[in-house]
């Protein structure tokens, strides 16, 4: 199954250290990374000579990176925007720097207990400029549907990309924040499937939201990857763990839970094994 995709994954949740990092990705025969954090440093901190060194490694290593995985959007809708926008016009040049026209990118938090339609017009205004600003430098804008934040559910993820998709927008699909949400994954499949670009691996269950590894879960992560199959998806599989404590977590979640597993290289281990088994599956 989907015998012509590629997995890829967030090798930061293996190790701080890039180099550990790459050490087990070669140790599972993968071949790609979704560069998030490398040696203690979000991607978004990175210098331009920063990333090519890192580039460099991970050229000498038979690494590719397949997207960044940008913190743009992540932020609350209520904040300064402008110096946000300075920080997405560099993720632009570090996606050059590591030779992907992918970013994965969010539609900012809306305030607790609002209404986001109340934001709609700020979010719509703000991503307008990025996607300008995309199509300009020839760069792919990949919005992640995540907990909280105005694309958090399947409509209004369909609606965002109803707006802007194109060659500059499309859509990663993450199982676990829509059964985080509270949202069913065929039915959000079935709304996002003419967006989808890019798939993030990970699984939740329903009714505590713990991530488990793919297939062990609710997001239905088999019958999914199945349609994908049929349909000829030859994309991206991003493996994000999520089972283990890694550095950063903090910064990636609201109220994080304390994740069972404490080694990084175990977990995205079982996490790799898990996803295998899937694709073994006909």
């Not at 904040?79 to 992918?102: G, M």
């Not at 239905?220 to 999520?242: A, F, M, T, W």
Request: proline share 3%.
């Amino acid at each position: 199954m989907l015998e012509n995709t590629r997995i890829t994954g967030f090798a930061d949740e293996i190790h701080t250290d890039l180099m550990v990092q790459v050490r087990l990705l070669k140790e599972l025969k993968l071949e790609y990374i979704e560069f998030r954090s490398g040696n203690g440093k979000n991607i978004a901190d990175y210098t331009i000579e920063e990333a090519k060194a890192a580039m460099t490694y991970l050229k000498e290593n038979g690494i590719k990176v397949s997207a960044l995985g940008s913190p743009i959007g992540k932020i609350k809708i209520t904040e300064d925007f402008e110096p946000h926008f300075e920080t997405f016009k560099r993720v632009v040049e570090l996606a050059k720097v590591f030779e992907t026209p992918y970013i994965r990118m969010f539609s900012f938090y809306i305030p607790n207990g609002e209404e986001p339609s109340l934001y709609r017009e700020e979010v719509f205004k703000r991503i307008r400029s990025f996607l300008n600003y995309a199509k300009e430098h020839k760069v792919v804008l990949l919005h992640e549907n995540e907990k909280d934040i105005y694309g958090d559910n399947a409509v209004r993820c369909q609606e965002l990309l109803r707006e802007f998709y194109g060659d500059h927008f499309k859509c990663t699909f993450d199982f676990a924040n829509f059964v985080q949400c509270r949202q069913d994954t065929l039915e959000a499949y079935n709304l996002l499937k003419p967006y989808v670009e890019y798939i993030h691996i990970k699984d939740a269950l329903w009714d505590t939201g713990e991530v488990v590894p793919a297939g062990e879960g609710d997001g239905k992560v088999l019958e999914i990857l199945r349609r994908l199959d049929s349909e000829g998806y030859q994309g991206y599989l991003s493996l994000e763990p999520h089972l283990a404590e890694f550095a950063g977590l903090k910064s990636l979640e609201q109220n994080v839970k304390k994740r069972e597993l404490t080694d990084g290289e175990v977990s995205y281990t079982i996490a790799f094994h898990a996803l295998e088994k899937l694709l073994k599956q006909n």
